[in-house]
């Protein structure tokens, strides 16, 4: 135990800590941060008026969100399609992780070629129709980057929600059956109240890592056209490696943990609650048949 | 075992599915062996002529043979899978050891709280690399050194060679420091949740017998939790492999990693397609072995710790 | 190719060895140092790798190369010249970067190195090199800070800079009937026409991807159409008639440019160029050897250059690197030394056969080096018109840079109104401006 937690105070707690004192001076990369100066609420004050933090702000929820929503939406949909026992799953559901697994980087070098306005698959695919190409990483970038997004990631939502799926008490889903529901019905009333925490903590898992995606956009665009993909992990990195600002980046870092301990938080208690609601929908099931 | 028997249109959405998981990585596979000329010229199919020239170039430091088409070795790829290798390794071998102890103690020593633990996990978990950027930067260039005057520093510098003071940055062992904490929360989130299962009366027994409690740690409890220390080691080893963001801001010329490597040659001067996929190739093939021969054990780890939590 | 590289590398050896024995080693007391040095991933240094192993084998020098692609070789250095001691002993600057490091006491005045009779090559010829290049990449202090003037002195000597000319496919031109443009309104004229005249094929390719290409990209039309960043006391004009007309240029150019021509950094603007997808190229000469390299290019022989069209006025760029030595160097003498002999006239010649971009009139003029770069001849012409002002180079310039770059995306990508745009970029470098403390005696 002590060496577990030496290491994370050493270099999680206390990096966390030096974050929020040198949030508050005007610190450069060339300086040690105690010659920086004292500027107190200064860095927090500039950011909250620039409209560019605002609308990399802006990006990034709108990125989380939509991430989120649709890979939730396609994986729990395909969970329900294909939860049967067939042959040829398990092949599926091996080849379903090899997106996650590979590197973010990698991720983003395959889809900025794919994407690649005329040497790329899909304008030549495009074309090969006799249709105009797309402009993907110009004026749909920000779509550009959901949807590789939800390429990598949506097998995570299928197979934790398969898994889930396949746990469910068979016996109520059985007698629902011989109740005469349609499957619609057994999804709505059945499955998906019986999955809904399993649902939640892996939307809240998805939710915290889309916070975190930074390379594939990296690689991608570079957080363009504009400021249309420059997510705020991005806009911290650039901050401070670019515009050598590391108070403002530490502020800015600062900014963004505040807003993903609320969320965090708040889906934790809704897990909550949600548990204790499947709890006793399961027993009422189990009661009923 | 039984299978039903579905109906082909079932199917077919189970190929399309496959095709589109594949698709991009056999894409990437396809283009690393061929020339940039075809891969921009138009031949989008599987039709080619493969060459390993790609994989010359990008392993020129490392080949023992001189290569024609190349005036000079630029890409020092074979020194960046080095520390790859080694980074990604380490690291994963001391968040296993030091997650394993974390997590037997928290199960039986009860330090926490079951809901104070997740939720512990749940925060450390939640924090983005690009938010540890800043203080890591900061910390492992300026504070975490020893003065080269210093007896250590001496001693260090007289061995390694360098200038300046001795500081975190730039060694292996700063890159690996900050995966380890990473790694460390979810690693003893997910054993935890093995060595529960694990029947007390089973370690009982065991001591009954005689055996000390690092004996009945190695003996009973750790074969036990084997499938969760797998799927810990691919999820730790995963991520040290993968990551870009902190190894960019740690590593120095001699410790790059292949991601680095990789963002740096999608450099605005000509990318060489060719010689990129190889190089993606490369570093994606280990992630894509573990794959295919552990997946259940990710599948467990995934739920897990997921599930669970 | 190889055999002229050669034959002058011999000749140049044993040029050095006849002085060796003459002058008992300028280099002897450093054999068997090794420099590391950062230069970065460009066409240029690409060409200085394949002759730095002349260097080692007359000086017994050796050097250890770290070469990362501009803007990450930026950031290093960022880093390793606050340190105490840092790793490099020469480093590779971008021309923006001089404003930093000068300001912030980073590179060596140079001043010390030729005053060293030991140190300084009495056949350097420092006039040689040319004019415009020198005040804008190595010299600070003087006008504005970062121009030439009485009171600047040197802190790098350029190498690996460039200056804007027009690249033009001759057989399309030809075909067509086209006069090679001479100013902004013919270009812009033609640009247009061609994806007419030849479907599928863009007028001219240019960078504009959000960031630095964007703003480049922009400043490479500002200075020619009269523009100016900033007035003479520091206050911002970009958003002038002239600014509006630079950005509207490059917005027709962006409209009637290649597929997907808005999200273009460097790299896809030349790829599509090489590729035979535009008529014509408007960005630096370094690209003149890989137009020329079968196994990058599809219209090799294709190409002819022109000068950098004219608005109000000439102006090309002057941009590109320059080679300093960082103040917390350790073999900082050794450093001058290989720097000496990089931008010495043989250097230059060698680097400019190997694909490089010479800074010197003797090169520019040089029948071996024109033998084998016919357009060499059309560059130096061009460098005649070089602006050294198109773009001022000060500490807060990289901001300003950045929001110009990710304001005129947004004008390419997302219709924002051009006058709105550069009011705004106006306003913020103001403020910018003024933060800094560029209006403290107004």
Not at chain 1, 96 to 120: D, Q
Not at chain 2, 12 to 33: D, H, R
Not at chain 2, 180 to 200: C, D, E, G, K, Y
Request: hydrophobic share 50%; with cysteine.
């Amino acid at each position: 135990m002590a060496p577990a937690i030496i290491i994370i105070i050493l270099a999680l707690l206390y990096p966390l800590g030096y974050m929020v004192y040198g949030s508050f001076r005007a610190w450069d990369p060339s300086q040690n941060i105690s010659e920086s100066e004292f500027v107190g609420l200064k860095n927090y004050i500039t950011l909250f008026y620039d409209p560019a933090f605002r609308e990399s702000l802006v990006v990034t929820l709108t990125f989380a969100v939509c991430v989120v929503f649709s890979e939730l939406v396609i994986g729990v949909g395909l969970a329900l399609m294909l939860d049967r026992n067939i042959r040829g799953m398990s092949v599926l559901r091996t080849l379903f992780i090899l997106p996650m697994m590979i590197a973010p980087v990698v991720v983003g070098l395959m889809w900025r070629y794919m994407y690649h306005p005329t040497v790329g698959t899909f304008n030549k695919t495009l074309k090969s129709f006799g249709l105009d190409g797309i402009d993907w990483l110009g004026q749909n970038a920000l779509l550009s980057v959901i949807i590789a997004d939800v390429w990598q990631w949506t097998p995570f939502i299928f197979i934790l929600s398969l898994a889930a799926l396949q746990s469910l008490p068979r016996s109520a889903i059985e007698a629902a059956k011989i109740d005469g529901a349609t499957s619609w019905q057994q999804i709505i009333h059945i499955k998906l109240p019986l999955m809904m925490p399993v649902l939640i903590v892996t939307a809240l898992l998805r939710l915290i890592d889309a916070f975190k995606v930074l390379e594939v956009i990296l690689v991608m665009t570079e957080g363009g056209p504009g400021l249309s993909t420059e997510i705020l992990a991005l806009r911290i990195s650039r901050t401070a490696t670019e515009f050598r600002e590391l108070g403002v980046a530490a502020a800015m870092s600062n900014y963004l943990l505040i807003i993903l301990l609320i969320l965090t938080v708040s889906m934790y208690a809704i897990t909550r609650i949600q548990e204790n609601r499947a709890a006793r929908l399961a027993r009422q099931i189990q009661e009923e048949y | 075992m039984n299978y039903e028997r579905q109906n082909p249109a079932f199917y077919a959405l189970l190929i399309t599915l496959i095709f589109m998981a594949v698709g991009p990585i056999v894409l990437m596979l396809a283009n690393s062996f061929k020339l940039d000329v075809d891969i921009i010229g138009g031949t989008s199919g599987l039709l080619f002529l493969p060459t390993i020239q790609n994989y010359e170039t990008a392993l020129c430091d490392v080949l023992w043979y001189e290569l024609d088409h190349l005036d000079f070795c630029s890409l020092k790829f074979g020194g960046a899978f080095i520390n790859s290798i080694i980074i990604a390794l380490i690291s994963t071998l001391l968040t296993l050891v030091i997650g394993c102890m974390a997590a037997y103690a928290l199960v039986r020593f009860k330090f926490m709280g079951r809901d104070t633990a997740s939720l512990t996990t749940l925060m450390v978990r939640m924090v983005p690399p690009a938010v540890l950027l800043v203080p890591v930067f900061g910390l492992w260039n300026n504070e975490f050194c020893i003065s080269k005057n210093s007896y250590f520093g001496e001693i260090i510098r007289d061995v390694f060679g360098g200038r300046g003071d001795v500081c975190l940055a730039g060694t292996h062992s700063g890159i690996i420091l900050i995966y380890v904490a990473m790694n460390l929360p979810f690693v003893i989130w997910i054993l935890q949740s093995f060595i529960i299962q694990v029947p007390r009366s089973l370690e009982e027994a065991a001591r009954v017998d005689g055996a000390g409690p690092f004996q009945v740690f190695f003996l009973v409890v750790l074969p036990l939790i084997k499938p969760g220390l797998a799927a810990a080691a691919i999820f730790t080893f995963r991520i040290a492999w993968n990551e870009y963001l902190l190894a960019s801001a740690l590593s120095d010329r001699g410790t790059k990693t292949v991601p680095i490597l990789i963002v740096n040659n999608m450099s605005e001067f000509n990318i060489e397609w060719g010689v990129i996929m190889a190089t993606g190739m490369l570093l994606a093939i280990p992630p894509i072995i573990f794959t295919l021969f552990a997946s259940r054990q990710i599948i467990s780890g995934m739920t897990a710790g997921a599930v669970k939590g | 190719m190889l055999k002229t590289l050669k034959r002058i590398s011999l000749g140049a050896s044993t040029a050095i060895a006849l002085a060796t024995a003459a002058f008992a080693g300028p280099y002897d007391e450093f054999a068997g140092t090794t420099l590391v040095v950062n230069f970065p991933a460009h066409p240029h240094y690409n060409a200085v790798m394949k002759v730095l192993p002349e260097f080692t084998k007359e000086t017994g020098i050796e050097v250890e190369v770290d070469q990362l692609p501009y803007m990450k070789m930026r950031e290093r250095q960022t880093l390793e010249l606050g340190q105490d001691e840092g790793d490099y002993d020469l480093v590779a600057y971008v021309v923006f970067s001089k404003a930093d490091y000068v300001y912030a006491d980073q590179l060596e005045n140079l001043a010390r190195y030729f005053m060293n009779p030991k140190l300084a090559d009495p056949s350097y010829d420092p006039d040689d090199l040319i004019d415009g290049y020198v005040y804008n990449i190595g010299f600070a202090g003087g006008n504005k800070g970062y121009l030439a003037g009485k009171t600047g002195s040197l802190f790098g000597v350029p190498y690996g800079s460039e200056t804007s000319v027009l690249g033009y496919r001759k057989d399309i031109f030809e075909k067509h009937n086209l006069a090679v443009p001479e100013t902004y309104e013919e270009m812009l004229d033609i640009a247009c026409k061609i994806p007419q005249l030849e479907p599928g094929m863009g007028g001219l390719s240019s960078r504009a991807a959000s960031g630095h290409h964007a703003a480049h990209a922009f400043l490479l039309h500002l200075a020619p159409l009269g523009g100016r960043v900033f007035d003479n006391s520091w206050n911002p004009i970009v958003n002038n008639a002239a600014g509006v007309e630079a950005a509207n240029a490059l917005k027709t150019i962006v409209d009637c440019g290649p597929e997907g021509a808005a999200s273009f950094g460097f790299g896809e603007a030349l790829g599509s160029f090489l590729n035979g997808d535009t008529a014509m190229f408007l960005d630096t000469t370094v690209v003149a050897g890989q137009i020329d390299d079968p196994k990058k290019s599809k219209v090799v022989g294709k190409v002819g250059w022109a000068m950098h069209p004219m608005g109000v006025r000439r102006g090309s760029q002057t941009g590109g690197f320059g080679i300093g030595i960082p103040k917390n160097a350790e073999n900082k003498d050794a450093a001058f030394l290989l720097m000496q002999w990089l931008t010495s006239k043989t250097g230059d010649k060698l680097t400019a056969l190997a694909g490089g971009n010479p800074s010197r009139f003797s090169t520019h003029a040089d029948a071996d080096v024109n033998a084998k770069f016919p357009h060499m001849s059309i560059f130096g012409e061009a460098l005649k018109h070089a602006d050294p002002d198109w773009r001022p180079i000060i500490p807060v310039w990289g901001k300003i840079n950045a929001d110009l770059g990710t304001t005129l995306s947004k004008v390419l990508t997302e219709d924002l109104d051009i006058q709105t745009a550069l009011d705004g970029v106006a306003e913020r470098a103001k403020g910018i401006m003024d933060e800094a403390g560029y209006y403290t005696w107004q």
